[in-house]
């Protein structure tokens, strides 16, 4: 079976001599407070929960994790054949016009270099690689 809960102590290290401390979260919002050996006084921040989640050995994805990379995985060859996002486009042309380049000539670079990225990169543009696109549009400006 699985564990229902885990119990943690906050450790803690005196700035002057260097010793630790262990307390429970009863001790730590309750006293709030450890007078060290050396004299020190040490204020503990109150603490409301430790948030820990145990890593099982040879689970590495569960049912809800697979699901979700199969769902992924789909939205990504859907997206192989789409045409670049109007939005993009409309990004990458206004940089390359703010380079140099006329806005006819943008637009058909953006379209050409869209088609080496889908070739070679077997995958759309999207918000998370939007970025990556536009360096990859930087490298293949001039082709
Ligand atoms: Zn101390």
């Not at 906050?10 to 709030?32: A, F, Q, T």
């Not at 050396?38 to 699901?67: H, M, R, W």
């Not at 939205?75 to 109007?86: A, E, M, Q």
Request: one cysteine or more; a positive charge.
């Amino acid at each position: 079976m699985r564990p229902k809960s885990v119990e943690v102590h906050p450790v803690y290290k005196c700035n002057e001599c260097g010793s630790r401390h262990c307390e429970s979260l009863d001790y730590v919002n309750r006293i709030g407070k450890i007078i060290c050996g050396c004299g020190n006084l040490i204020t503990l921040d109150p603490i409301q929960t430790f948030k820990i989640s145990p890593v099982y050995k040879n689970l590495a994805t569960t049912k809800d994790e697979k699901k979700q990379s199969i769902h992924n995985i789909q939205i990504n060859t859907s997206k192989n054949s789409k045409p670049l996002k109007k939005e993009y486009s409309e990004k990458c042309v206004s940089l390359l016009v703010s380079l140099g380049w006329k806005k006819r000539e943008s637009k058909k670079i953006v379209s050409q270099v869209f088609n080496l990225w889908k070739r070679e990169m077997k995958l759309g543009v999207n918000s998370r690689n939007f970025e990556e696109f536009i360096s990859y549009l930087m490298r293949n400006q001039k082709c």
